[in-house]
């Protein structure tokens, strides 16, 4: 299963996966997920971070942070929003622009 099919069941229940409804536990579960991702294949390229973080940067027009998760916490808490619900609002859109 890759990370587009795995997406969706996160984003119903995603303490199912980690601890907490948190990005930062998202930020370290796609870490490692992705991490194997590669392991797996050498080839592996879709891994959308990098990316995802300039898109988010751009659009927000935020300072430069350490990871795409701090921004995605930093939107959340302008907003009084849960991160991960941010998160995947934010992913969505981010995916309608770059298909």
């Not at 300072?63 to 992913?91: C, G, M, P, Q």
């Amino acid at each position: 299963m890759n990370i587009e099919e795995l997406f969706p069941y996160i984003e119903k229940r995603p303490q199912m996966y980690f601890r907490g409804k948190d990005v930062f536990y998202l930020e370290a579960f796609l870490g490692g997920y992705l991490l194997n991702e590669h392991l797996k294949d050498e080839n592996f390229k879709n891994d959308f971070r990098h990316n995802f973080y300039e898109w988010l940067q751009n659009k927000f027009n935020l300072e430069n942070n350490a990871t795409w998760a701090d921004f995605i916490d930093i939107i959340s808490k302008n907003e009084n929003l849960n991160s991960v619900d941010v998160f995947f609002r934010e992913y969505h859109l981010f995916k309608k622009e770059h298909i």
